[in-house]
Protein backbone atom coordinates (compact mmCIF):
# COMPACT_ATOMS: atom_id res chain seq x y z
CA UNK A 1 0.00 0.00 0.00
CA UNK A 2 0.99 3.53 -1.12
CA UNK A 3 2.92 5.94 1.53
CA UNK A 4 0.15 8.96 1.96
CA UNK A 5 3.33 11.16 4.32
CA UNK A 6 6.64 10.85 3.92
CA UNK A 7 9.00 12.54 5.94
CA UNK A 8 12.49 11.89 5.81
CA UNK A 9 15.17 13.72 8.67
CA UNK A 10 12.31 16.43 9.54
CA UNK A 11 14.11 19.64 11.53
CA UNK A 12 12.97 22.81 12.92
CA UNK A 13 14.55 25.58 14.43
CA UNK A 14 13.72 28.25 16.42
CA UNK A 15 15.70 31.69 16.86
CA UNK A 16 14.30 33.43 19.94
CA UNK A 17 15.80 37.13 20.98
CA UNK A 18 17.62 37.31 24.17
CA UNK A 19 17.46 40.61 25.66
CA UNK A 20 19.97 42.08 27.92
CA UNK A 21 18.74 43.60 31.59
CA UNK A 22 18.96 46.93 32.49
CA UNK A 23 18.93 50.47 30.42
CA UNK A 24 22.35 49.52 29.28
CA UNK A 25 21.37 46.24 27.94
CA UNK A 26 18.37 47.68 26.24
CA UNK A 27 20.54 50.24 24.71
CA UNK A 28 22.89 47.97 23.21
CA UNK A 29 19.70 45.70 21.82
CA UNK A 30 19.33 48.45 19.66
CA UNK A 31 22.69 47.82 17.67
CA UNK A 32 23.28 44.15 18.69
CA UNK A 33 21.03 41.67 19.14
CA UNK A 34 21.38 38.29 20.68
CA UNK A 35 19.67 34.74 19.90
CA UNK A 36 19.19 31.55 21.10
CA UNK A 37 18.30 28.98 18.42
CA UNK A 38 15.79 26.23 20.13
CA UNK A 39 15.37 22.84 18.09
CA UNK A 40 11.40 22.11 18.01
CA UNK A 41 11.75 19.10 16.07
CA UNK A 42 15.14 17.03 15.85
CA UNK A 43 15.43 15.24 12.51
CA UNK A 44 12.73 12.49 12.73
CA UNK A 45 11.44 10.37 9.88
CA UNK A 46 8.14 8.14 9.49
CA UNK A 47 5.57 7.51 6.88
CA UNK A 48 2.02 6.73 7.13
CA UNK A 49 -0.08 4.40 4.72
CA UNK A 50 -3.36 5.17 3.11
CA UNK A 51 -6.17 3.78 5.43
CA UNK A 52 -3.61 3.99 8.22
CA UNK A 53 -4.38 6.30 11.63
CA UNK A 54 -1.64 7.25 13.73
CA UNK A 55 -1.29 9.40 17.10
CA UNK A 56 1.64 10.47 17.55
CA UNK A 57 2.17 11.50 21.56
CA UNK A 58 4.36 13.24 23.79
CA UNK A 59 4.93 15.41 26.46
CA UNK A 60 4.38 19.44 26.15
CA UNK A 61 6.82 20.85 23.97
CA UNK A 62 7.99 17.83 22.36
CA UNK A 63 7.17 19.01 18.72
CA UNK A 64 4.06 17.06 18.55
CA UNK A 65 1.89 20.58 16.61
CA UNK A 66 5.39 22.33 15.02
CA UNK A 67 5.42 19.07 13.47
CA UNK A 68 1.46 18.75 12.71
CA UNK A 69 2.10 22.58 11.48
CA UNK A 70 4.83 21.55 9.18
CA UNK A 71 3.11 18.69 7.46
CA UNK A 72 -0.02 21.19 6.82
CA UNK A 73 2.07 23.29 5.16
CA UNK A 74 1.86 26.26 7.90
CA UNK A 75 5.56 26.37 9.19
CA UNK A 76 8.60 25.53 7.04
CA UNK A 77 10.95 22.74 8.08
CA UNK A 78 14.46 24.25 8.69
CA UNK A 79 15.49 21.00 7.28
CA UNK A 80 14.17 17.75 5.79
CA UNK A 81 11.45 16.79 3.12
CA UNK A 82 7.99 16.50 3.65
CA UNK A 83 5.63 15.15 1.18
CA UNK A 84 1.93 14.57 1.79
CA UNK A 85 -1.15 13.47 -1.14
CA UNK A 86 2.21 13.44 -2.97
CA UNK A 87 2.63 17.43 -2.58
CA UNK A 88 5.23 19.35 -0.84
CA UNK A 89 2.43 21.06 1.32
CA UNK A 90 4.84 24.40 1.31
CA UNK A 91 5.33 24.67 -2.41
CA UNK A 92 2.23 23.10 -3.73
CA UNK A 93 0.08 24.79 -1.10
CA UNK A 94 -3.30 26.19 -2.74
CA UNK A 95 -4.19 22.49 -4.55
CA UNK A 96 -2.05 20.96 -1.52
CA UNK A 97 -5.01 22.56 1.14
CA UNK A 98 -7.79 21.14 -0.65
CA UNK A 99 -6.59 17.42 0.05
CA UNK A 100 -6.84 17.76 3.75
CA UNK A 101 -8.65 18.39 6.85
CA UNK A 102 -7.50 20.08 9.77
CA UNK A 103 -8.54 20.59 13.24
CA UNK A 104 -6.64 22.24 15.74
CA UNK A 105 -8.23 22.14 19.47
CA UNK A 106 -6.95 25.56 19.85
CA UNK A 107 -8.30 27.46 16.65
CA UNK A 108 -11.25 27.80 14.68
CA UNK A 109 -12.22 27.42 10.76
CA UNK A 110 -15.93 28.23 12.06
CA UNK A 111 -16.83 32.13 11.79
CA UNK A 112 -17.54 33.02 14.99
CA UNK A 113 -20.98 35.22 14.94
CA UNK A 114 -22.47 33.39 12.22
CA UNK A 115 -24.75 30.02 11.98
CA UNK A 116 -23.05 27.02 12.00
CA UNK A 117 -24.83 25.97 8.70
CA UNK A 118 -23.58 29.24 7.31
CA UNK A 119 -19.88 28.45 7.87
CA UNK A 120 -20.30 25.22 6.45
CA UNK A 121 -21.65 27.00 3.17
CA UNK A 122 -19.06 29.16 3.45
CA UNK A 123 -16.46 26.80 3.25
CA UNK A 124 -18.73 24.75 0.51
CA UNK A 125 -18.16 27.61 -1.42
CA UNK A 126 -14.56 27.94 -1.58
CA UNK A 127 -13.78 24.04 -1.58
CA UNK A 128 -16.55 24.15 -5.13
CA UNK A 129 -18.60 21.49 -3.93
CA UNK A 130 -21.13 20.36 -6.09
CA UNK A 131 -24.53 20.73 -4.14
CA UNK A 132 -25.71 16.88 -4.70
CA UNK A 133 -22.35 15.95 -2.89
CA UNK A 134 -22.48 18.11 -0.30
CA UNK A 135 -25.78 17.11 0.66
CA UNK A 136 -25.25 13.45 0.24
CA UNK A 137 -22.35 14.01 2.34
CA UNK A 138 -22.60 16.20 5.15
CA UNK A 139 -25.89 14.51 5.92
CA UNK A 140 -23.92 11.41 6.80
CA UNK A 141 -21.13 13.63 8.67
CA UNK A 142 -24.19 15.60 10.72
CA UNK A 143 -25.88 13.02 11.62
CA UNK A 144 -23.02 10.94 12.71
CA UNK A 145 -21.92 13.70 14.87
CA UNK A 146 -25.43 14.44 16.26
CA UNK A 147 -24.78 18.01 15.27
CA UNK A 148 -28.21 18.78 13.39
CA UNK A 149 -29.73 20.73 16.45
CA UNK A 150 -26.51 22.92 16.70
CA UNK A 151 -27.15 23.93 13.11
CA UNK A 152 -28.86 27.24 13.43
CA UNK A 153 -26.98 28.67 16.57
CA UNK A 154 -23.55 31.23 16.25
CA UNK A 155 -20.81 29.66 16.55
CA UNK A 156 -20.08 32.01 20.16
CA UNK A 157 -23.82 30.36 21.71
CA UNK A 158 -21.50 26.68 21.39
CA UNK A 159 -20.11 24.56 24.21
CA UNK A 160 -16.62 23.24 23.60
CA UNK A 161 -17.84 19.88 22.57
CA UNK A 162 -20.57 21.12 20.60
CA UNK A 163 -17.93 23.31 18.53
CA UNK A 164 -15.70 20.90 18.46
CA UNK A 165 -17.87 18.25 17.01
CA UNK A 166 -19.19 21.39 14.30
CA UNK A 167 -15.64 21.91 13.96
CA UNK A 168 -14.71 18.27 13.20
CA UNK A 169 -17.57 18.15 10.34
CA UNK A 170 -16.35 21.75 9.17
CA UNK A 171 -12.87 19.99 8.51
CA UNK A 172 -14.76 16.65 6.32
CA UNK A 173 -17.08 19.34 4.26
CA UNK A 174 -14.57 18.20 0.98
CA UNK A 175 -14.21 14.56 2.19
CA UNK A 176 -10.54 15.16 2.00
CA UNK A 177 -8.37 11.96 1.85
CA UNK A 178 -6.14 12.99 4.78
CA UNK A 179 -7.30 14.46 8.40
CA UNK A 180 -5.11 15.97 10.50
CA UNK A 181 -6.21 16.59 14.37
CA UNK A 182 -4.49 18.38 16.76
CA UNK A 183 -5.92 17.89 20.35
CA UNK A 184 -9.65 17.76 18.77
CA UNK A 185 -10.67 16.93 22.54
CA UNK A 186 -8.69 19.03 24.63
CA UNK A 187 -11.18 20.56 27.43
CA UNK A 188 -13.97 17.86 26.66
CA UNK A 189 -15.73 15.90 28.78
CA UNK A 190 -15.46 11.84 28.68
CA UNK A 191 -18.49 11.13 26.78
CA UNK A 192 -17.99 13.89 24.07
CA UNK A 193 -13.95 12.30 24.23
CA UNK A 194 -15.63 9.36 23.66
CA UNK A 195 -18.18 10.30 20.65
CA UNK A 196 -15.44 12.04 18.67
CA UNK A 197 -13.32 8.45 18.75
CA UNK A 198 -16.36 6.57 18.01
CA UNK A 199 -16.69 8.46 15.33
CA UNK A 200 -13.24 8.80 13.89
Not at 52 to 77: Q, R, V
Not at 99 to 115: E, H, K, P, T, Y
Not at 160 to 177: K, S, T, V, Y
Amino acid sequence: MENIIEVQSLHKEFKTFLSRSGVKGAFRDLFTRNYRTKTAVNNISFSVKKGEMMAYIGENGAGKSTTIKMLTGILTPTSGDVRVNGYHPQKDRERFVKSIGVVFGQRSQLWWDIAVQESFRLLKKVYQIPDKQYEEHMGYIIKTLDIEPLLDQPVRKLSLGQRMRCELAAALIHNPPLLFLDEPTIGLDVLVKLKIREFL
